[in-house]
């Protein structure tokens, strides 16, 4: 398998050191009026090009302190550019610059801003310009071609921005200054997709720039519970472990005529050998007096691989339907999803978000901001080193850091044809692939067993259910 140039612009060490004035009152810098107080909390919206805004806390230091050392604070922002991205940036017209052409470059902007409006008011770069105070801005060119090959450092330290501000009378005047460092590295990764929906039992081809070649194949079901229960998923029936998951998602929690149960999704290598399986064990039901899965009440799917000739979960993902807004056009799928690591019980979460149910989005498991700014953001290469990072903790998510995989769904209704992408460093082989297709699969799936129970379910869907019943 041949995986598909990445680069991922990572933005950490923000800090911020404010000019002292002693010619203002007190009541002067409280108001904002030229005077920026030390005490004041700050943030940073961030944007590459035109993704949408990431928003990150600065922290304020004594003017007299150096600050972080470059690569040894905490993350801020991350943003992932493919090279199909970068080449249509390329195919642009230069920018004339004087007698000069420019080669367009991408460019990272902060805008530093005072105020408590940092919050995730501000990621999508709607309300947070007003919420704070604008203290000022940087751009940072990006040769991002650079970085396909190898790590780039391209700002490393302290910059002044906004504007100047007097110190008093004989005084230089001074400006506020920003830490931070903005770094690319390559991030290949391997990209597969659907060529039909998943309950259509579609091939899943892989994807290198314009050529895409059938990798695997989808086989949809629809099984009931004493089937499920009855599939053995380990290798030992004497240890306990395992088999509870399946005892405990497969529980009889759902009333007659509002419940989806028993879907599933096999994936096949290209020898026709099942190596993957999405097993919806918790039916999805309408909690009491509504239409729709509560997240108090969520469906679930065990993601299984074959293990000496039996299924064995692998992960566990749980999903919902949330109100976001007035009426149901504003609901949003949620969900959640955890690793099932050796033969233990409990699991460990690696994402938990929201997808927009009218128009879809992306499903993601990405690390990179769980991990120290200058820790590597790649997998570990030996053995010894699966359970503990540089930093000298323990790393709790086995061997997943940094970017994992993504997968982008459509929303409810419309045809879904999944586009997964996940990080070489996460695939040792096929079946490694598989497993997270079989994961993009059922977080598709979710999407209509989520659907309201006042409507109806897709007519392949619909088919299937009937074909249980009889």
Known sequence: ???????????????????????????????????????????????????????????LLPPTEEGPASCTGAFAA????????????????????????RRRTARLKVAVYAGRGGGASCGGGGGGVNSGRLIGKLVVPL??????????????????????????RGKTAARAQLNLTVRAEPDPRFVFEFDGEPECSPQVLQVKGSMKQPMFTCKFSCR????????????????AGPRNWLAKFGSDRERAGKERKGWSVTVHDLSGSPVALASMVTPFVASR???????????????????DGTWTPWGRLECWRERSGSGGGGDTLGYRFELVPGHTNAGVCVAESGLPASRGGRFAIDLTAAQPFGSPGCSPRGSGDLGHYHGGGVWPFGTFRGFVMSAAVQGEGRCSRPTVEVGVGHVGCAEDAAAFVALAAAVDLSMDACRLFSCKLRRELSASRAELVR
């Not at 035109?50 to 928003?55: G, I, N």
């Not at 302290?158 to 110190?167: D, E, L, M, N, P």
């Open 78 to 101: 991350a943003f992932h550019v493919s090279k199909a991205d970068l080449d249509r940036a390329a195919a642009k017209p230069a920018l004339l610059l004087g007698a000069r052409l």
């Open 143 to 168: 040769d991002l071609g650079a970085a396909m090959a190898k790590p780039v450092v391209f700002h490393s330290g302290w910059v002044a921005i906004g504007k100047r501000r007097s110190g008093g």
């Open 224 to 239: 009931s519970n004493s089937d499920l229960r009855s599939r053995s998923v380990q290798s030992d029936p004497g240890t």
């Open 289 to 307: 007096g509504t239409d729709r899965v509560s997240r108090s009440n969520p469906g679930g799917w065990l993601i299984l691989r074959p293990v």
């Open 1 to 59: 398998m041949d995986p598909c140039p990445f680069v991922r612009v990572l933005v950490g060490n923000l800090a911020l050191k404010m000019p002292a004035s002693t010619t203002a009152p007190r009541s002067t810098a409280a108001s904002g009026s030229g005077v920026h107080p030390t005490t004041a909390p700050c943030y940073c919206r961030i944007r590459l090009n035109k993704l949408p805004y990431q928003t990150a806390s600065a922290p």
